[in-house]
């Protein structure tokens, strides 16, 4: 017998629905848009990051908070911008005068850094020692153990 509750549920608890961290239970909306057909390669690119990035959050947090999916929706259009950048540049590139290719190659590094500031507002590393960390890391002295960094 299925039970109605107030969220309007319908079904048995815990057997009804997307099993929790899959991503059909997502119901945010926000996605990347359409681009012109010629673009079509920028539009699927989209979609791939995007997904890592729901991954991403849901293997650290157990599901996409709306916070997060703003997160999302933010660093992708900021790579939807440097890869739409990148495209004019190398469709045009004899067409440019020097000066309008380093405009459009600052507005692809400019949306690179601005996409990597809206995954980094995510916190998706904090419990995680990356790679430049451990590059960085203090060696330990001679008496201390020699497989923990700090």
Not at 74 to 84: S, V
Not at 97 to 106: G, T, V
Not at 121 to 138: G, P, S
């Amino acid at each position: 017998m299925t039970k109605r509750t107030n969220n309007n549920f319908h079904g048995k608890k815990g057997r009804s629905g997307a099993p929790r961290e899959n991503r059909n239970a997502m119901r945010h909306g926000l996605k990347a848009g359409s681009l012109p057909k010629d673009a079509k390669y920028i539009e699927i690119r989209m979609n791939v990051i995007r997904r890592n990035l729901e991954d991403a959050v849901i293997q650290c947090r157990g599901d996409v908070s709306i916070e997060d999916a703003a997160y999302i929706q933010t660093a992708l259009r900021w790579e939807r911008h440097a890869a739409l950048a990148q495209r004019w540049l190398t469709k045009q590139y004899n067409k440019l005068k020097p000066m309008e290719q380093l405009k459009f190659s600052h507005e692809i590094a400019s949306a690179s850094a601005k996409r990597d500031a809206a995954i980094s507002m995510m916190e998706l590393d904090e419990e995680h020692t990356t790679v430049i960390d451990a590059l960085y890391a203090r060696l330990p002295a001679p008496d201390e153990n020699p497989t923990k960094l700090i």
